[in-house]
C-alpha cells in the first residue's frame, strides 16, 4: 500500500462537513440556474425570435452591422442617387465602424457630391441632415454588440470568480469514488470549457461563426460542474457498496 492508503470518501466526511459541503454546493447549483436564467433572459429575442439562438448569441458579441438606416436607404429609396462604387464604399465605412477619420476621408466627399443638394438643414425638406459627421451618426449608429472593453471586464471576472467556484466544488468533488481518468476529466473539463469561452467571446467579436463555440464550451462548462455537484451530492449521502477504491 502507498503512504496515502485509501483516500477518504465524501461517505466517510464527519456530520459537520457533510452539512457544510451539501449547504455549499446546494447554493452554488442554484446560482448556476440563476445564472442561466438571468443569460437566457439578457440574450433572448435579439432577432425578433422567442429563446435564445445562435444569431442572439452572436448578435451580443459582434453586433448587427447591417441595421443602420443610412445602409437602408442607400440600397432601398436613395440608391438612385449614388453609384455602386460610392455605395460599397459607404457600406464598408458602416461595417468598419463608422469611425469620424474614415467618415473625413471616404465618405464625406461622397455625401457631399449626391446627398447634401438636399440633406442639409436649410432644404426645408423633412429630411435627415448629413452634412456633419455628429449629422450623419444619428443614420449611422451601428450595433457593434459588446465593446472590447466590456469584453476584457467580464472576462476578468469570469475567469476569477468561476475559476474560484471550480476550485472549491473541485475540492469537494476529489474526494467522490470513480474511476481516476474519469475523475481527472471532469475536474479539468470545466477550466477548459471556461478558457474556450471566454476566447470564443473576443473571436465571435471578429467573427459571427464563433457563436457556436460559445454556445458548445458554455454547454460543457455547465454539464461538468452539475455532473461535480450532482455526483458529490449522492456520494455524501449514499455510501457506495464495496470496498473502498485504492487512491488515485
Ligand atoms: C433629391 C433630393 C435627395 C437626394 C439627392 C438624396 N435624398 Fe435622401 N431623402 C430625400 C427625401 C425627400 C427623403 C425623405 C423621404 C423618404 O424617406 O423617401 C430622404 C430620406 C433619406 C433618409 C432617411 C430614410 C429613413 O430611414 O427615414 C436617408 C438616410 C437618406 N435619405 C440618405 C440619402 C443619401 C445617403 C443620399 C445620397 C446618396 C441621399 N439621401 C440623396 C431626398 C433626397
Redesign the pocket.
Known amino acids: 500500500m502507498k503512504s496515502s492508503a485509501t483516500l477518504r470518501r465524501l461517505c466517510d466526511c464527519t456530520p459537520a462537513e457533510k452539512t457544510l459541503y451539501t449547504s455549499y454546493l446546494l447554493v452554488v447549483g442554484l446560482g448556476y440556474l440563476m445564472a442561466m436564467v438571468y443569460l437566457y433572459t439578457s440574450h433572448a429575442g435579439h432577432d425578433q425570435r422567442p429563446g435564445v439562438s445562435l444569431e442572439d448569441v452572436a448578435a451580443n458579441y459582434y453586433g448587427n452591422r447591417s441595421g443602420t ?2 445602409e ?3 440600397r432601398g ?2 440608391a438612385g ?2 453609384s455602386a462604387e460610392d455605395r460599397t464604399e459607404v457600406v464598408a465605412w458602416l461595417k468598419s465602424g463608422a469611425s469620424r477619420a474614415d467618415y473625413q476621408v471616404s465618405v464625406e466627399p461622397i ?1 457631399e457630391r ?2 447634401t ?3 442639409n438643414p436649410r432644404s426645408g ?4 441632415d ?1 452634412t456633419s459627421y455628429a449629422a450623419v451618426q444619428q ?1 449611422a449608429e451601428v450595433d457593434l454588440g459588446e465593446s472590447l472593453h466590456t469584453l476584457m471586464k467580464l472576462s476578468h471576472i469570469h475567469l476569477f470568480g468561476i475559476g474560484l467556484l471550480l476550485f472549491t466544488v473541485g475540492m469537494i468533488f476529489r474526494l467522490a469514488e470513480m474511476r481516476g481518468w474519469i475523475k481527472v476529466s471532469l475536474i479539468a473539463l470545466p477550466f477548459a470549457a471556461m478558457l474556450a469561452d471566454i476566447l470564443a467571446w473576443f473571436l465571435t467579436k471578429q467573427d459571427p461563426v464563433y457563436a457556436t463555440v460559445v454556445v458548445i464550451a458554455g454547454g460543457l462548462l455547465g454539464l461538468s460542474l452539475t455532473l461535480q455537484i450532482l455526483l458529490s451530492l449522492w456520494q455524501l449521502w449514499v455510501p457506495p457498496r464495496g470496498a473502498p477504491r485504492e487512491a488515485e
Open positions: 438606416r443610412l437602408a436607404a442607400i429609396p436613395m442617387y449614388i455625401l449626391s446627398c443638394g438636399c440633406h425638406l423633412q429630411v435627415p448629413l443614420v
